[in-house]
């Protein structure tokens, strides 16, 4: 196996040379470094990943956890992040939870086994407690989408103002009985729609029922279970706001299951937006979530917080939604 010595001989260069070009840690002629470039390619020389990584006491690696893979809000978030490592260096290890706390847990303590530079955080249901022990291990954390109540550095949408939008527009579209299904009340996003859907109808001096508020856990089935729940009331809502495109999808297989026309007699809003919905029938409003920013403006946040250059000073930073109507 070739050794960095055999490189700096092949490129005719010092291994101080080769060191700076591969680690980017000074400036290096571009006539050097494709020399260096050139002979790691004919040597197929691959760096020892663990010898830099106790030398410089950095792994390049960045771990990013998400609640469910199989969600396209993710996938978007998880590519935002990845985008902006790469310009760095970075390479991006990613895990899911499926919201479980306990996955959470074992997660984050394979995470720190790993000692990895820094960690991107979508909090899982029930779990916000124990991420917040993350704080304690003094490394770089940036907490993503789901805002936690503790003071740590996050990026996240305004979630109030994605309530107040999604009941907004419903209510423009005629509608007076407008029911919510969001995820677990236990998180902070999920309180945050909530309050803007009341808001909405406060504003137009509709009620919001008790009944009318469904808590799920952002999947197919609990969109399906829950507008179940909503049909068989004695007077069930004309328009729900779904708190995902997860949500939306078990709410549609629910209406068209028991007969029910949309937008005909119940009309659907989601949070979330897909290029799918473009051609969807029905068609769907959404409420965009900048998911593909959040992950980048989180990597963004997390390696200033790496290379130290960020302020001490908790950082905030809201993302602002969008109406997307396509009825």
């Known amino acids: 196996m070739p050794t960095i010595y055999d490189v700096a001989k ?28 050139k002979a790691v390619k004919d040597l197929d020389y691959t760096i020892n990943e663990l010898a830099r990584s106790l030398q410089t006491r950095k792994t390049l690696t960045v771990g990013m956890m998400i609640p469910d893979i199989s969600n396209p809000f ?50 899982a249901a029930e779990g916000e407690e124990d991420a917040k022990k993350l704080l304690e291990w003094n490394k770089p954390s940036v907490f993503l989408g789901r805002e936690p109540r503790f003071a740590a550095d996050s990026v996240t949408a305004d979630n109030v103002k994605v309530g107040r939008l999604a009941a907004g527009h419903l209510i423009k579209r005629g509608h007076k009985r407008i029911a919510i299904i969001v995820g677990q009340l236990s998180l902070r996003v999920s309180e945050d729609r909530v309050e803007g859907w009341k808001r909405a109808l406060r504003q137009h001096k509709l009620s919001a029922p008790g009944e009318y508020l469904i808590e799920g856990d952002w999947t197919e089935d609990s969109g399906y279970q829950g507008t179940l729940g909503l049909l068989a009331l004695d007077e069930p809502p004309t328009a729900v706001f779904c708190s995902n495109f997860l949500v939306m999808a078990g709410a549609l297989r629910a209406l068209k299951e028991r007969g029910v026309a949309c937008p005909g007699e119940v009309e659907l809003v989601s949070a979330d937006d897909s290029h799918w919905l473009d051609v969807f029938q029905p068609p769907i409003s959404t409420v965009a979530t900048p998911s593909y920013e959040i992950g980048m403006e989180g990597a963004r946040l997390l390696l200033g917080r790496i290379k130290k250059k960020a302020g001490k000073q908790v950082e905030r930073i809201v993302l602002q939604p969008k109406l997307i109507a396509r009825t």
Do not use: C, M
Not at 14 to 37: F, H, K
């Open 10 to 37: 092949r490129a005719r260069v010092s291994t101080y040379t080769v060191s700076a070009v591969l680690n980017r840690s000074a400036y290096v002629s571009p006539e050097l470094t494709q020399r260096v470039l």
């Open 74 to 123: 993710y996938a978007k978030a998880v590519r935002g992040a990845e985008d902006e490592l790469r310009k760095s260096g970075y390479s991006l290890i990613l895990a899911s939870t499926s919201n479980s706390r306990d996955e959470q847990a074992r997660v984050l303590t394979v995470f720190r086994a790993k000692q990895l530079d820094g960690l991107l955080i979508f909090i």
